[in-house]
């Protein structure tokens, strides 16, 4: 069956695009590229897995199930080629509480309902609002981001197994100290040294497996004494198996779980649908917010059934992927089958790599993934957006990623009403076919941020027995704004005085229709959506 006629057939029924082929022939140095940064990628992902296991307070492989069956699920069905998913830091903060309080069953449980919830965000087209994301809070997001991977990457400079799970995260722990630490911090900067100059000599090998494959044979080769994968713990294990979540159905239950899932949920969607905007921006290519909901929620629900965490997208996973060179959907199921075959067969080895490269891995993501050019942006935008800009980064650093966008939206917004609010005013002119009428020009939007200047604009005492309102330059937004239009109504009728409105649009005058403030046939016109000429009087608007 032709491919197009396989995407249209999709289409019909309401489900995501299940192509996955790239529009590019996938040649094989295009294949070569692709597996080799799967295979960076799988690298990555082990010690991020456990690390975020520990936090959320479950055992390593459930975590690294997690990794594999949401990046495989996603890879497979997402809205966008290139991106990696598996478990995050972002939600394990989240799990920690749950599991500490009722076990890692009803873990399972809630990530089953967190995957339905983010399928009927699918379903519903709700990934489209992260269009309101303004950018001044994408580049906090960012920049913020960046810090997080940073600070977590601290705690590999720890003596292993000296951390504690106080419920809220790992914290406590002894730092690495004399040779040892001058070590680490030697072969960090080395792998980080390999990935910058690598790119000079060759692409045939992504430069961040360049980096850790030569940290990693100088460090077994030489015997030295650093913290390594399997310090972390062990990441052998089976395939993952189908289990049941063992919770009682009931609603006690749904009680427990419902709250952590909708967080969950939320936090999820947010930190998936800003990747694959940020994705989209270096791979060129956008929309795919739907697909993505769906395709997530799906891999959370398997991965529910499958003794996973669950997860979301991973922006330093992603961006890895991303600078080596991957773009098609080879990279991230690539990604998944390797960290798979780590668990199955391949952990020995794994294990023996140290943590040292890929740290240096994740600070070279991070030094990449920073918008340092924020800084000459501070110094050029409105202070409002300045302010947006440091308050996303401090709050995603404080608290979490899915607060600091919401309080950023919020701020966006406020400032833009207010914004808006004061562009109300009114140019004042004598009728041209009103003798001894006065005409009010209303410039700028009429909501409820500048009703009250709308009403203020008015010498109710001193106009004339007729006064015209005219909205050509203006909109009526909201009740707000009918509300004032009738205030203002009912001033001149009470002073025995007339007031018409102009050049009202059709949208506006349907508003005042469906409010029940204008009772008079319409002679709008059919081209252009103009109400010309309406009577106001109090509590009805009259057409003359």
Known sequence: MPRALLASFANR??????????????????LRIELLSGLTVALALVPEAVAFAFVAGVHPLVGLYAAFLVGLITALIGGRPGMISGATGALAVVMVSLVAQHGVEYLFATVVLMGILQI??????????????????????????????????LGQFKVPGTMENTGHGLSGGEWLSGMQLYTMLGLVALTMAVIWVMPR????????????????????????????VGDLASIEGGLPKFHIPMVPLNWETFQIILPYAVILAAIGLIESLLTLNLVGEITGKRGGASQECIAQGTANVVTGFFGGMGGCAMIGQSMINVKSGGRTRVAGIA??????????VGSPLIEQIPLAALVGVMFMVVIGTFAWNSFNILRKVPRTDAFVIILVTVVTVMEDLAVAVVVG???????YAWNNAKRIHAVTRDSETEEGAKVYEIKGPLFFGSSEGFIELFDVENDPNTVIVDFADSRVVDQSALQAIENVAAKYEAAGKRVMLRHLSRDCHKLLKKAGHLMVDSDDDPD???????????????GH
């Open 335 to 344: 990604a998944a089958l390797f960290l798979l075959v780590f668990i199955l």
């Open 409 to 415: 939206v919020i701020v966006s917004a406020l400032a």
């Open 201 to 228: 000599i060759t692409r045939i090998v992504p430069a961040p497996l360049a980096g850790i494959a030569v940290v990693a044979a100088l460090v077994i080769g030489m015997g030295l004494e650093v913290p390594r």
């Open 13 to 30: 029924l309401a489900i995501p695009d299940l192509s996955w082929m790239p529009d590019e022939k996938l040649t094989p140095a295009r």
């Open 120 to 153: 009927i965000a699918g379903a519903m087209h709700w990934g489209r609002f992260i269009r309101l994301v303004p950018h001044p809070v994408m580049l906090g997001f960012v920049n913020g981001l960046a810090i997080v991977i940073f600070l977590a990457q």
């Open 528 to 542: 252009y959506g103009l109400a010309v000429d309406y009577s106001v009087r109090t509590g009805i608007l009259g």
